[in-house]
């Protein structure tokens, strides 16, 4: 099996900051990707950033010059440092890998986190 296990959701002010972090773990052969989604209610799930093994990054319009998102990969983490957030931001955060499990070395998986709730209220 192969865990996403998000952290650092919550409440915060427009304009504020914070800082999302998911933490990979199981019969991971390899990580080739990792991302953030994000669904509002009412909304379909939207791509917010993901990041490639090599370091390469892709932004959903919205947040460019917000939020940035990084990588640990000793720690097969991935983290979403959001500022300046807005109203808009609100949503439940998932967490996203595409990688290859050990069980199965000739394909790439689609694995995804339980959530996170980030809500921007004043």
């Known amino acids: 099996q192969v865990q996403l296990v998000e952290s650092g959701g919550g409440l915060v002010q427009p304009g504020g900051s914070l800082r999302l972090s998911c933490a990979a773990s199981g019969s991971i052969f390899v990580i080739n990707a990792m991302g953030w989604y994000r669904q509002a209610p009412g909304k379909q799930r939207e791509l917010v950033a993901q990041i490639s093994s090599g370091g390469g990054t892709k932004y959903a319009d919205s947040v460019k010059g917000r939020f940035t998102i990084s990588k640990d990969n000793a720690k097969n983490t991935v983290y979403l440092q959001m500022n300046s957030v807005k109203l808009e931001d609100t949503a439940v955060y998932y967490c996203?890998?595409?990688?290859?499990?050990?069980?199965?070395?000739?394909?790439?998986?689609?694995?995804w986190g339980q959530g996170t709730q980030v809500t921007v209220s004043s």
């Open positions: 996203n890998a595409a990688a290859v499990p050990n069980w199965d070395p000739d394909h790439e998986y689609d694995f």
